[in-house]
């Protein structure tokens, strides 16, 4: 917990940078500044006009991991090989399908994060099949 001032959506940059170099986030990461005591979220553009206010907030950023609910399988690390053989890293990212699957068994709708193989063996097994073999794996993410 920091304290720092309270200020409107010019400043959110600046207080991130202050608060330790999270200058740099992308659309990938959703950014939240809660206040400490109720942890409700401040909305910063009501604020916008008490730059001298100094309150107790916490900063919290959640990663949106590219992670397969079901397999658990993350992205992999490589390189780009050019004509003339320069390398560059790359990240080879995996084909995520966001989906709504219906298990009768539970009677219920249930939201996951699967790549498009996955969906593949959930067409061809079933998505009951697919989450109790997951679950004997210990490979299931999302708590289903």
Same mark, same amino acid.
């Given at each position: 917990?920091?304290?720092?001032?309270?200020?409107?959506?010019?400043?959110?940059?600046?207080?991130?940078?202050?608060?330790?170099?999270?200058?740099?986030?992308?659309?990938?990461?959703?950014?939240?500044?809660? $206040?400490?005591?109720? &942890?409700?979220?401040?909305n @910063? =553009? /009501?604020?916008?006009?008490? %730059?001298?206010?100094?309150?107790?907030?916490?900063?919290?950023?959640?990663?949106?991991?590219?992670?397969?609910?079901?397999?658990?399988?993350?992205?992999?690390?490589g390189y780009?090989?050019?004509?003339? $053989?320069?390398?560059? &890293?790359?990240?080879?990212? @995996? =084909? /995520?399908?966001?989906?709504? %699957?219906?298990?009768?068994?539970?009677?219920?709708?249930?939201?996951?994060?699967?790549?498009?193989?996955?969906?593949?063996?959930?067409?061809?097994?079933?998505?009951?099949?697919?989450?109790?073999?997951?679950?004997?794996?210990?490979?299931?993410?999302?708590?289903?």
């Amino acid at each position: 917990m920091v304290f720092i001032p309270v200020a409107g959506d010019k400043e959110y940059g600046r207080i991130l940078r202050d608060l330790g170099g999270l200058s740099k986030i992308g659309a990938s990461k959703q950014k939240c500044i809660v $206040n400490s005591i109720d &942890k409700k979220p401040l909305n @910063l =553009n /009501l604020l916008s006009g008490n %730059f001298g206010v100094y309150q107790k907030i916490q900063l919290i950023i959640r990663i949106m991991a590219r992670k397969d609910d079901i397999t658990g399988k993350t992205p992999l690390n490589g390189y780009r090989s050019s004509k003339a $053989n320069n390398k560059t &890293k790359h990240r080879f990212h @995996l =084909n /995520l399908q966001k989906r709504r %699957f219906y298990i009768p068994e539970e009677d219920r709708w249930v939201t996951l994060k699967v790549t498009a193989k996955t969906l593949r063996t959930i067409n061809k097994n079933g998505i009951t099949a697919v989450l109790k073999e997951a679950r004997k794996k210990g490979t299931l993410l999302k708590e289903v």
